[in-house]
T-cell receptor
Framework: AQSVTQLGSHVSVSEGALVLLRCNYS??????LFWYVQYPNQGLQLLLK??????LVKGINGFEAEFKKSETSFHLTKPSAHMSDAAEYFC????????????FGKGTKLSVKP | EPEVTQTPSHQVTQMGQEVILRCVPI?????FYWYRQILGQKVEFLVS????????KSEIFDDQFSVERPDGSNFTLKIRSTKLEDSAMYFC?????????????FGNGTRLTVT
């Protein structure tokens, strides 16, 4: 069965520090992978998506993610955290044979300290 | 930028009552979805809808749930007789395409509280 695991329910970094949010997936076929961000009292906003065109995917707000098939990972990174990056981040994979049926990870709440 | 809008933002209802959650998807999108997130748990798929019919539904989406596109702009989720365990944040989403790589655009959600 497909699944998404996000390591670390809470991650805290200092402003200007590297952000690394981990996501591992399980899928028997090449997956479609997504990162979404949820700011307080808002919906889920697409950060970036992997659809097999390139393993390094650049998204909005300076975030990027690298698809590593050998590690079944799709970790999200940003070189320098801003206070405005404080939010909850969700990794998701499209359920095999489905359209729009996303399997989400539990989410990682990112805190940014001044 | 066009967005998905959901109303109300918060709905409180008594157990056994019917509720209708409303959504206006992005106007040129053809695929519509409902997801929910129970507090502290994962975001879960409920149902997808295309061409005026359900294309896929999860095991959560039982006979108590129904969806409808009553006109050219609204997409609704009805829970016929609410239970305490239906308390959750409900997200509507839409996408332009139906492929697995088409990103979903989510609304801000409706927080449903069943008392």
């Amino acid at each position: 069965a497909q699944s998404v695991t996000q390591l670390g329910s809470h991650v805290s970094v200092s402003e200007g520090a590297l952000v690394l949010l981990r996501c591992n997936y399980s899928s028997s076929v090449p997956p479609y992978l997504f990162w979404y961000v949820q700011y307080p009292n808002q919906g889920l906003q697409l950060l970036l998506k992997y659809t097999s065109a390139a393993t390094l995917v650049k998204g909005i707000n300076g975030f990027e993610a690298e698809f590593k098939k050998s590690e079944t990972s799709f970790h999200l990174t940003k070189p320098s955290a801003h206070m405005s990056d404080a939010a909850e981040y969700f990794c998701a994979v499209t359920r095999m044979g489905s359209q729009g049926n996303l399997i989400f990870g539990k989410g990682t709440k990112l805190s940014v300290k001044p | 930028e066009p967005e998905v809008t959901q109303t109300p933002s918060h709905q409180v209802t008594q157990m056994g009552q019917e509720v209708i959650l409303r959504c206006v998807p992005i106007s040129n999108h053809l695929y519509f979805y409902w997801y929910r997130q129970i507090l502290g748990q994962k975001v879960e798929f409920l149902v997808s809808f295309y061409n005026n019919e359900i294309s896929e539904k999860s095991e959560i989406f039982d006979d108590q749930f129904s969806v409808e596109r009553p006109d050219g702009s609204n997409f609704t989720l009805k829970i016929r007789s609410t239970k305490l365990e239906d308390s959750a944040m409900y997200f509507c989403a839409s996408s332009a395409g139906g492929q697995g790589n088409s990103p979903l655009h989510f609304g801000n959600g409706t927080r449903l509280t069943v008392t």
